[in-house]
C-alpha cells in the first residue's frame, strides 16, 4: 500500500532529535589534545615546507633556473594555503557547524 505524498513528506521532515553535546563520550578532552598536537604538527611542517619552497624559489632566481623558481613559487604559495587552512579550520567547521544546526 502506497501512503499518500503529504504523509511522505512529512516522513522526510521528522526530526530526529539528535544535536552535538560536549563531554558525553569518556576520553573526549584526551581526543581534543591530539586533534590540538595533529594541527600543531601540520603548521610545524608547513613552516619547514614554506622556508624548503621560498629557498628553491631564491635558488632558482639567483642561477637562472627558471624551472626550480617556478617549483619554488607554487611551493610557497601551498604552504600558504595549507598554514591558512590549518589555521581556520576551527573557525570553518563552527561556522558551518552553526549553518547547518540553522537547516529546518
Not at 611542517?45 to 624559489?57: D, E, H, K, P
Request: hydrophobic share 50%; charged share 10%; no cysteine.
Amino acid at each position: 500500500m502506497s501512503l499518500p505524498l503529504a504523509d511522505r513528506v512529512i516522513q522526510l521532515a521528522y526530526d530526529p532529535g539528535i544535536s552535538p553535546k560536549g563531554g558525553g563520550l569518556p576520553g573526549l578532552s584526551v581526543l581534543k589534545n591530539v586533534v590540538n598536537l595533529i594541527n600543531m604538527f601540520g603548521i610545524i611542517a608547513v613552516v619547514g615546507a614554506l622556508a624548503v619552497s621560498l629557498g628553491v624559489w631564491a635558488w632558482g632566481h639567483h642561477t637562472g633556473g627558471h624551472q626550480a623558481e617556478a617549483n619554488g613559487k607554487k611551493g610557497a604559495v601551498v604552504a600558504a594555503g595549507a598554514a591558512l587552512g590549518l589555521g581556520a579550520a576551527n573557525g570553518i567547521v563552527a561556522f558551518f557547524s552553526t549553518l547547518g544546526s540553522q537547516v529546518h
